[in-house]
């Protein structure tokens, strides 16, 4: 249903009495038409707005904390400052979205769309980003202390200056070694082809005992970047190449890199070849 401006005005009284406890009616907007409609300082609270069209809306600075905007549409509204502590967001289009410096503590924005979101300085404490789509989001001096982001892929989101502490879903690149490869006395066994994508380093020689150094990219959201890029021994033999038996010895560790979206793939500063399998 679309609505006028003058008809969103008389919800919102109505919504304003609901929440002052004097009998009004709390506002059901549910897959209201409300695409660029102007809610700016609105008082929304609890407010059900779940499937409604708000895209290009202008939400600036308003209470949404605790509505229902569970498969809204979103896309490309104006959220600057909005709060939306404990929103539910599940499902919901944000795509392109201005979330700068909104409050989205302890919010569910469960497999919600945030692509080319700006969420730069939002507060996402405990929120719950499960399978959120999160490509090219905009996420400069965000807090995502505690926040959940299990099957978010994060090859196309910029981690850097982001408050990364307690966030629940991310790889354990400790853990990832220990459970994935071969621990000897010396180090760990991993597995390397040469030439399957690039030509490798003219400076490497390829022989048995060789130590093999390269400049390693430190970012874990780049699957494969520049490195000697090694892998699980099952991983490795997918390729057509000859495959290596290497060593990473446990000295060298500070310079491996384990991508968060890893599939057997890591990468090193300094390997040892010990012999083609």
């Known amino acids: 249903m679309e609505y006028t401006q003058e008809e969103i005005l008389e919800i919102l009284k109505k919504h304003r009495e609901w929440l002052a406890g004097s009998g009004g009616s709390r506002a059901d907007l549910s897959d209201a038409d409300l695409n660029e409609a102007d809610l700016r300082e609105a008082d929304l609270r609890e407010a059900n707005l779940s499937g409604a069209y708000l895209c290009d809306a202008n939400l600036f600075d308003t209470n949404l904390s605790g509505a229902n905007l569970s498969y809204a549409h979103l896309d490309c509204a104006n959220l600057y400052n909005a709060k939306l502590i404990r929103a539910d967001l599940s499902h919901a289009d944000l795509n392109k979205a201005d979330l700068r410096s909104a409050n989205l503590c302890e919010a569910d924005l469960s497999s919600a769309g945030l692509f080319r979101a700006n969420l730069s300085c939002a507060n996402l404490f405990k929120a719950d980003l499960d399978n959120a789509c999160l490509d090219y989001a905009k996420l400069i001096e965000a807090n995502l202390f505690n926040a959940n982001l299990s099957g978010v892929d994060l090859r196309h989101v910029d981690l850097r200056n982001v408050d990364l502490s307690g966030v629940k879903g991310l790889l354990n690149p400790i853990e ?54 090694v892998a699980t021994k099952e991983w490795a033999e997918r390729n057509i190449n000859p495959v290596w038996k290497c060593l990473i010895r446990w000295e060298w560790l500070a310079g491996v890199v384990v991508p968060y979206q890893t599939e057997g793939q890591i990468r090193a500063s300094r390997v040892q070849l010990i012999k083609p399998i």
Do not use: L
């Open 176 to 229: 990832y070694i220990m459970e994935n490869f071969e621990n000897t006395e010396d180090g760990i066994i991993v597995y390397k082809s040469f030439g399957e994508q690039f030509p490798p380093n003219p400076n490497w020689e390829i022989a048995k005992g060789s130590i093999i150094e390269e400049v390693v990219n430190p970012s874990p959201n780049i699957v494969c970047g520049c490195g000697i890029n």
